[in-house]
């Protein structure tokens, strides 16, 4: 069983730049693909960002792209997501998710641990 606990969401004005956290519980942490996802309201959960076991392989939505960065520390069991340069469009819940697999995947029902999400909210 993983445990996950994000954090790191808040209000911030559009231009500006957040780290999420995601914290993992569990031995097995740093053999799991990870990923981050979002949902605003009224729409579906979408991934914004996955990373493989060792963090070197990573993926990214294309609304992402040259703005945020997910990376890991597997000494620290934990996944960030950084947010630069962002836009009231990227107002939404934030879910981290593992999976068992090594590698990243993309899709929800890929994963199979999510943590409970944190609201990040962008000012215009």
């Known amino acids: 069983q993983v445990q996950l606990v994000e954090s790191g969401g808040g209000l911030v004005q559009t231009g500006g730049s957040l780290r999420l956290s995601c914290a993992a519980s569990?031995?097995?942490?740093?053999?799991?693909?990870m990923g981050w996802f979002r949902q605003a309201p009224g729409k579906e959960r979408d991934i914004v960002a996955a990373?493989?076991?060792?963090?070197?392989?990573?993926y990214y939505a294309d609304s992402a792209k040259g703005r945020f960065t997910i990376s890991r520390d597997n000494a620290k069991n934990t996944v960030y997501l950084q947010m630069n340069s962002l836009k009231p469009e990227d107002t939404a819940v934030y879910y981290c998710?593992?999976?068992?697999?090594?590698?990243?995947?993309?899709?929800?029902?890929?994963?199979?641990?999510w943590g409970q999400g944190t609201q990040v909210t962008v000012s215009s």
């Open positions: 990373i493989g076991w060792s963090g070197r392989s990573t």
């Open positions: 998710a593992a999976t068992t697999k090594s590698y990243y995947v993309i899709q929800v029902y890929e994963y199979d641990y």
């Open positions: 569990g031995r097995t942490f740093n053999s799991y693909g």
